[in-house]
């Protein structure tokens, strides 16, 4: 079992796990804060399949997540809007499913900083994730 003991163990860890740990360390924050998390769920209308890596719901709140690591950080702006613009046709895919609940696209990334917005979707890195939870 690995301790993390600061913020820098904990950012370093999440660029080197394999991306199934980081989802689920993505999953593990939102459980941690009261969220029904549900991981790698594949949803299917009309024969067409969309994935998410994780959807977390909390009263009438749903984020519909999506992890994202890459191996350089040449190219990740064009990387983040191409992310962006398919997270967000996901996100319709899923409202037409669950018209009644309301459901937020989110993009989490082990980047460092503040959340943003892109169009519709918040790009949230891992290290300000808890702090978007509980201020957004």
Known sequence: MFEINSIEELEKLSEKVTWQYFERL???IFEKNDYEVQQNVVLTKDKERRQFDVIAKKDDI???IECKRWKSRAGVVSAIQDAVDIHLERGKFYSELFPEEQAYPLLVMPLQGMPE???????????SLNWFLNNA
């Open 117 to 127: 917005q892109h169009q519709d979707v918040f790009i949230v890195p891992l290290l």
């Open 26 to 28: 993505v999953a593990f």
């Open 62 to 64: 749903t984020y519909l």
